[in-house]
Protein backbone atom coordinates (compact mmCIF):
# COMPACT_ATOMS: atom_id res chain seq x y z
CA UNK A 1 0.00 0.00 0.00
CA UNK A 2 2.81 2.06 0.83
CA UNK A 3 4.36 1.58 -2.35
CA UNK A 4 1.43 2.73 -4.41
CA UNK A 5 1.28 6.03 -2.23
CA UNK A 6 4.40 6.81 -3.55
CA UNK A 7 3.97 5.86 -6.51
CA UNK A 8 1.01 8.02 -6.99
CA UNK A 9 2.51 10.97 -5.03
CA UNK A 10 5.50 10.66 -7.48
CA UNK A 11 2.86 11.06 -10.61
CA UNK A 12 1.48 14.35 -9.32
CA UNK A 13 4.87 15.68 -8.71
CA UNK A 14 6.15 14.56 -12.35
CA UNK A 15 2.82 16.46 -13.66
CA UNK A 16 3.19 19.86 -11.42
CA UNK A 17 6.65 19.95 -12.92
CA UNK A 18 5.49 19.31 -16.10
CA UNK A 19 2.79 22.22 -16.01
CA UNK A 20 5.37 24.43 -14.46
CA UNK A 21 8.32 23.17 -17.15
CA UNK A 22 5.37 24.55 -19.78
CA UNK A 23 4.91 27.95 -18.03
CA UNK A 24 1.19 27.10 -17.18
CA UNK A 25 0.16 28.64 -13.68
CA UNK A 26 -3.40 28.26 -12.75
CA UNK A 27 -4.39 30.89 -14.84
CA UNK A 28 -2.85 28.83 -18.04
CA UNK A 29 -3.96 25.49 -17.43
CA UNK A 30 -7.67 27.12 -17.67
CA UNK A 31 -6.64 28.39 -20.91
CA UNK A 32 -5.56 25.32 -21.95
CA UNK A 33 -8.80 23.50 -21.11
CA UNK A 34 -11.56 23.09 -23.93
CA UNK A 35 -13.54 26.09 -24.46
CA UNK A 36 -15.89 26.65 -22.27
CA UNK A 37 -14.56 26.00 -19.03
CA UNK A 38 -16.46 28.35 -17.19
CA UNK A 39 -19.86 29.98 -17.19
CA UNK A 40 -20.31 32.69 -20.41
CA UNK A 41 -21.42 36.59 -19.65
CA UNK A 42 -24.39 37.66 -21.70
CA UNK A 43 -24.35 40.99 -21.68
CA UNK A 44 -27.96 42.80 -22.15
CA UNK A 45 -27.28 46.95 -22.69
CA UNK A 46 -30.63 47.44 -21.61
CA UNK A 47 -32.68 47.40 -18.11
CA UNK A 48 -34.68 44.78 -17.33
CA UNK A 49 -37.45 43.45 -19.21
CA UNK A 50 -37.45 44.83 -22.38
CA UNK A 51 -37.90 43.46 -25.58
CA UNK A 52 -33.76 42.62 -25.84
CA UNK A 53 -33.78 41.60 -21.83
CA UNK A 54 -36.64 39.02 -22.64
CA UNK A 55 -35.05 37.45 -25.88
CA UNK A 56 -31.52 37.10 -24.17
CA UNK A 57 -33.60 35.32 -21.02
CA UNK A 58 -35.15 33.33 -23.42
CA UNK A 59 -32.41 31.98 -25.51
CA UNK A 60 -29.58 31.56 -22.44
CA UNK A 61 -31.02 28.79 -20.86
CA UNK A 62 -30.84 26.11 -24.11
CA UNK A 63 -27.59 28.26 -25.23
CA UNK A 64 -25.92 26.91 -21.91
CA UNK A 65 -27.20 23.62 -22.33
CA UNK A 66 -25.66 24.30 -25.99
CA UNK A 67 -22.25 24.95 -24.93
CA UNK A 68 -22.14 22.75 -21.22
CA UNK A 69 -21.69 26.09 -19.45
CA UNK A 70 -24.49 28.03 -17.98
CA UNK A 71 -25.26 31.61 -19.47
CA UNK A 72 -25.58 34.43 -17.27
CA UNK A 73 -27.11 37.54 -18.12
CA UNK A 74 -26.33 41.36 -16.78
CA UNK A 75 -27.86 43.94 -17.89
CA UNK A 76 -25.74 47.19 -18.29
CA UNK A 77 -28.48 49.78 -19.32
CA UNK A 78 -27.50 53.31 -20.38
CA UNK A 79 -26.54 56.13 -23.15
CA UNK A 80 -29.14 54.36 -25.75
CA UNK A 81 -27.08 50.57 -25.17
CA UNK A 82 -23.67 52.67 -24.98
CA UNK A 83 -22.89 51.46 -22.01
CA UNK A 84 -23.09 47.55 -22.40
CA UNK A 85 -21.49 47.67 -25.77
CA UNK A 86 -18.70 49.67 -24.66
CA UNK A 87 -17.94 46.93 -21.74
CA UNK A 88 -18.44 43.93 -23.98
CA UNK A 89 -16.32 45.97 -26.83
CA UNK A 90 -13.08 46.04 -23.85
CA UNK A 91 -13.54 42.74 -22.82
CA UNK A 92 -10.93 39.77 -23.47
CA UNK A 93 -11.71 38.05 -26.81
CA UNK A 94 -12.07 34.92 -25.41
CA UNK A 95 -15.63 33.46 -24.99
CA UNK A 96 -16.59 34.07 -21.80
CA UNK A 97 -18.02 37.76 -22.36
CA UNK A 98 -21.06 38.32 -25.00
CA UNK A 99 -22.97 41.14 -26.42
CA UNK A 100 -26.98 40.76 -27.27
CA UNK A 101 -28.70 43.86 -28.80
CA UNK A 102 -30.63 45.40 -31.28
CA UNK A 103 -29.41 46.69 -34.80
CA UNK A 104 -29.26 50.62 -32.66
CA UNK A 105 -26.05 49.49 -30.93
CA UNK A 106 -24.42 49.06 -34.59
CA UNK A 107 -26.36 51.10 -36.78
CA UNK A 108 -28.45 54.12 -35.46
CA UNK A 109 -25.81 55.26 -32.30
CA UNK A 110 -22.81 55.35 -34.77
CA UNK A 111 -24.98 57.21 -37.52
CA UNK A 112 -25.61 59.48 -34.58
CA UNK A 113 -22.51 59.87 -32.51
CA UNK A 114 -19.07 59.67 -34.32
CA UNK A 115 -17.22 59.38 -31.57
CA UNK A 116 -18.26 56.50 -29.56
CA UNK A 117 -16.31 54.04 -27.49
CA UNK A 118 -16.46 51.15 -29.63
CA UNK A 119 -16.71 50.64 -33.59
CA UNK A 120 -19.66 48.53 -34.99
CA UNK A 121 -17.28 46.83 -37.25
CA UNK A 122 -13.93 46.41 -35.42
CA UNK A 123 -14.51 46.02 -32.17
CA UNK A 124 -17.02 42.85 -32.49
CA UNK A 125 -17.21 38.96 -34.09
CA UNK A 126 -20.70 38.72 -34.87
CA UNK A 127 -22.18 35.24 -33.78
CA UNK A 128 -25.10 35.33 -35.40
CA UNK A 129 -28.93 36.98 -35.74
CA UNK A 130 -31.30 36.20 -33.56
CA UNK A 131 -34.73 37.80 -34.50
CA UNK A 132 -35.89 40.57 -36.13
CA UNK A 133 -38.00 42.47 -34.45
CA UNK A 134 -40.72 43.97 -36.60
CA UNK A 135 -41.89 47.34 -36.24
CA UNK A 136 -45.93 48.63 -36.86
CA UNK A 137 -47.54 52.40 -37.38
CA UNK A 138 -50.16 52.64 -34.91
CA UNK A 139 -53.37 55.11 -35.01
CA UNK A 140 -55.42 56.71 -32.08
CA UNK A 141 -58.52 53.89 -32.57
CA UNK A 142 -60.84 57.43 -33.33
CA UNK A 143 -58.58 58.56 -36.00
CA UNK A 144 -60.58 58.36 -39.12
CA UNK A 145 -57.51 56.62 -41.39
CA UNK A 146 -57.96 52.55 -41.33
CA UNK A 147 -54.28 52.33 -43.85
CA UNK A 148 -51.37 53.64 -44.78
CA UNK A 149 -52.76 55.25 -48.34
CA UNK A 150 -55.85 57.08 -46.14
CA UNK A 151 -53.51 58.46 -43.74
CA UNK A 152 -51.04 59.92 -46.44
CA UNK A 153 -54.80 61.32 -47.71
CA UNK A 154 -55.56 62.94 -44.64
CA UNK A 155 -51.42 64.89 -44.25
CA UNK A 156 -51.74 65.66 -47.34
CA UNK A 157 -54.76 67.79 -46.65
CA UNK A 158 -53.74 69.69 -43.56
CA UNK A 159 -50.20 69.20 -43.66
CA UNK A 160 -49.81 70.80 -40.41
CA UNK A 161 -51.77 68.84 -38.49
CA UNK A 162 -50.74 65.58 -37.77
CA UNK A 163 -47.91 64.59 -35.44
CA UNK A 164 -46.38 61.15 -34.45
CA UNK A 165 -44.99 59.73 -31.19
CA UNK A 166 -41.52 57.27 -30.70
CA UNK A 167 -40.22 55.70 -28.14
CA UNK A 168 -37.19 57.87 -28.54
CA UNK A 169 -35.15 60.32 -30.01
CA UNK A 170 -32.63 58.29 -32.79
CA UNK A 171 -34.37 55.02 -32.08
CA UNK A 172 -34.62 52.60 -34.63
CA UNK A 173 -38.57 53.55 -34.30
CA UNK A 174 -37.50 57.07 -35.18
CA UNK A 175 -35.50 56.30 -37.96
CA UNK A 176 -38.20 53.68 -39.62
CA UNK A 177 -40.70 56.53 -39.07
CA UNK A 178 -38.74 58.39 -41.35
CA UNK A 179 -37.53 56.60 -43.59
CA UNK A 180 -41.24 55.97 -44.12
CA UNK A 181 -42.02 59.36 -44.75
CA UNK A 182 -39.67 59.79 -46.87
CA UNK A 183 -40.81 56.91 -49.25
CA UNK A 184 -44.74 58.29 -48.75
CA UNK A 185 -43.89 61.63 -49.83
CA UNK A 186 -45.16 62.95 -46.70
CA UNK A 187 -43.81 64.56 -43.42
CA UNK A 188 -45.27 64.20 -39.39
CA UNK A 189 -43.92 66.04 -36.62
CA UNK A 190 -41.95 63.98 -34.37
CA UNK A 191 -42.99 63.86 -30.76
CA UNK A 192 -39.86 61.75 -29.21
CA UNK A 193 -40.60 59.70 -25.75
CA UNK A 194 -38.62 58.12 -22.95
CA UNK A 195 -39.57 54.75 -23.55
CA UNK A 196 -42.78 52.70 -25.30
CA UNK A 197 -44.68 53.42 -22.37
CA UNK A 198 -45.18 56.72 -22.46
CA UNK A 199 -45.74 56.89 -26.04
CA UNK A 200 -48.76 54.23 -26.13
CA UNK A 201 -50.23 55.80 -23.12
CA UNK A 202 -51.07 59.32 -25.01
CA UNK A 203 -52.10 57.46 -28.18
CA UNK A 204 -54.25 55.66 -26.33
CA UNK A 205 -55.40 59.33 -24.41
CA UNK A 206 -55.50 60.94 -27.64
CA UNK A 207 -52.64 63.17 -27.10
CA UNK A 208 -50.99 61.86 -30.60
CA UNK A 209 -52.75 60.75 -33.49
CA UNK A 210 -50.38 58.34 -34.62
CA UNK A 211 -46.91 56.27 -33.17
CA UNK A 212 -44.69 53.93 -34.30
CA UNK A 213 -43.48 51.23 -31.73
CA UNK A 214 -42.86 47.53 -31.84
CA UNK A 215 -45.10 44.55 -32.57
CA UNK A 216 -44.49 43.30 -29.05
CA UNK A 217 -45.18 46.76 -27.46
CA UNK A 218 -48.11 47.01 -29.39
CA UNK A 219 -50.09 43.71 -29.23
CA UNK A 220 -51.89 43.93 -25.86
CA UNK A 221 -53.15 47.30 -26.57
CA UNK A 222 -54.18 45.84 -30.49
CA UNK A 223 -56.26 42.56 -28.74
CA UNK A 224 -57.92 44.74 -26.69
CA UNK A 225 -59.07 47.18 -29.54
CA UNK A 226 -57.70 50.60 -27.92
CA UNK A 227 -55.49 51.06 -30.77
CA UNK A 228 -55.45 50.56 -34.52
CA UNK A 229 -52.67 49.21 -36.61
CA UNK A 230 -51.93 51.24 -39.72
CA UNK A 231 -48.77 48.97 -41.37
CA UNK A 232 -45.94 47.22 -40.46
CA UNK A 233 -42.65 48.10 -41.98
CA UNK A 234 -40.82 45.16 -42.13
CA UNK A 235 -40.40 43.35 -45.21
CA UNK A 236 -43.15 40.69 -44.15
CA UNK A 237 -46.24 40.78 -42.06
CA UNK A 238 -45.93 39.71 -38.59
CA UNK A 239 -46.64 36.55 -37.66
CA UNK A 240 -48.65 37.49 -34.61
CA UNK A 241 -50.66 39.85 -36.72
CA UNK A 242 -51.35 37.99 -40.04
CA UNK A 243 -54.18 40.95 -41.20
CA UNK A 244 -51.77 44.12 -41.24
CA UNK A 245 -50.26 44.49 -44.63
CA UNK A 246 -46.66 45.70 -45.05
CA UNK A 247 -45.62 49.22 -45.81
CA UNK A 248 -44.39 47.92 -49.31
CA UNK A 249 -47.69 45.89 -50.00
CA UNK A 250 -49.55 49.02 -49.20
CA UNK A 251 -48.42 50.58 -52.46
CA UNK A 252 -44.13 50.76 -51.90
CA UNK A 253 -42.81 48.12 -53.21
CA UNK A 254 -39.52 46.99 -51.74
CA UNK A 255 -39.90 49.18 -48.71
CA UNK A 256 -38.82 47.68 -45.52
CA UNK A 257 -37.46 49.39 -41.84
CA UNK A 258 -37.27 47.32 -39.04
CA UNK A 259 -35.12 46.22 -36.21
CA UNK A 260 -32.85 43.24 -35.28
CA UNK A 261 -31.18 41.51 -32.60
CA UNK A 262 -28.08 39.91 -33.01
CA UNK A 263 -24.86 38.07 -30.37
CA UNK A 264 -21.94 39.57 -30.70
CA UNK A 265 -18.29 38.89 -29.06
CA UNK A 266 -15.53 40.96 -28.62
CA UNK A 267 -13.65 41.11 -31.69
CA UNK A 268 -10.65 38.43 -32.07
CA UNK A 269 -12.34 35.24 -30.62
CA UNK A 270 -9.87 31.87 -30.55
CA UNK A 271 -10.98 29.25 -33.54
CA UNK A 272 -12.41 27.20 -31.04
CA UNK A 273 -14.49 29.07 -29.55
CA UNK A 274 -15.80 30.80 -32.29
CA UNK A 275 -17.08 27.72 -34.07
CA UNK A 276 -18.75 26.49 -30.47
CA UNK A 277 -20.33 29.58 -29.99
CA UNK A 278 -21.59 29.67 -33.55
CA UNK A 279 -23.36 26.26 -33.61
CA UNK A 280 -24.35 26.57 -30.27
CA UNK A 281 -26.77 29.55 -31.44
CA UNK A 282 -27.60 28.19 -34.22
CA UNK A 283 -28.85 24.74 -32.60
CA UNK A 284 -30.72 26.72 -30.05
CA UNK A 285 -32.87 29.38 -32.56
CA UNK A 286 -33.71 25.49 -34.47
CA UNK A 287 -35.12 24.60 -31.21
CA UNK A 288 -39.01 24.55 -31.81
CA UNK A 289 -39.89 25.68 -27.99
CA UNK A 290 -37.08 28.82 -28.70
CA UNK A 291 -39.11 29.57 -31.23
CA UNK A 292 -42.45 29.38 -30.34
CA UNK A 293 -41.90 31.69 -27.09
CA UNK A 294 -40.13 34.88 -29.01
CA UNK A 295 -43.19 34.38 -31.62
CA UNK A 296 -45.42 35.03 -28.59
CA UNK A 297 -43.17 37.74 -27.59
CA UNK A 298 -43.95 39.64 -30.74
CA UNK A 299 -41.08 38.57 -32.59
CA UNK A 300 -39.49 37.10 -35.94
CA UNK A 301 -37.36 34.23 -35.17
CA UNK A 302 -34.61 34.88 -37.54
CA UNK A 303 -31.15 32.72 -37.41
CA UNK A 304 -28.42 34.05 -39.44
CA UNK A 305 -24.76 33.47 -39.26
CA UNK A 306 -22.53 35.75 -37.94
CA UNK A 307 -21.24 36.93 -41.54
CA UNK A 308 -24.85 37.80 -42.79
CA UNK A 309 -25.04 40.21 -39.20
CA UNK A 310 -21.42 41.91 -40.80
CA UNK A 311 -23.20 42.04 -44.31
CA UNK A 312 -26.05 43.68 -42.39
CA UNK A 313 -24.17 46.54 -40.93
CA UNK A 314 -22.31 47.47 -43.68
CA UNK A 315 -25.43 47.12 -45.83
CA UNK A 316 -27.48 49.29 -42.93
CA UNK A 317 -25.46 52.19 -41.58
CA UNK A 318 -24.63 53.84 -44.50
CA UNK A 319 -28.33 54.14 -45.12
CA UNK A 320 -28.99 55.60 -41.16
CA UNK A 321 -26.45 57.78 -41.88
CA UNK A 322 -28.33 59.20 -45.15
CA UNK A 323 -31.35 59.03 -42.89
CA UNK A 324 -29.81 61.06 -39.99
CA UNK A 325 -28.42 63.99 -42.14
CA UNK A 326 -32.13 63.61 -44.65
CA UNK A 327 -34.23 64.13 -41.50
CA UNK A 328 -32.05 66.18 -39.06
CA UNK A 329 -31.73 63.17 -36.28
CA UNK A 330 -29.55 64.27 -33.89
CA UNK A 331 -27.95 62.71 -30.82
CA UNK A 332 -29.88 63.86 -27.43
Given at each position: MKCLQLARRRSVILVAAAVAGLGLGAQGLAHAQSYPAKPVQLVVP???????DIV??????????QLGQPIVVENKAGAGTVVGA???ANAPADGYTLLISSGSTFTVNPALNAKLPYDPIKSYEPVGLVARVPLILLAHRDVPVNNLRQLIAAVQRTPDKFSYGSFGNGTTGHFAAELAWSATGIKLMH????????????????????TIDTVAAALPQLKAGKIKAIAVTGATRATQL?????VAESGFPGFSADSWLAVVAPRGLPPEAKAKLHKALADTLADPEIRNKLIAAGLEPAYASGDAVLAQIEDELPRMRAIAQRAQIRAD
Open positions: FPPGGAVGRTISKKLGDAYVVPYRGSAPAMADLMGGQIPFPDVPT
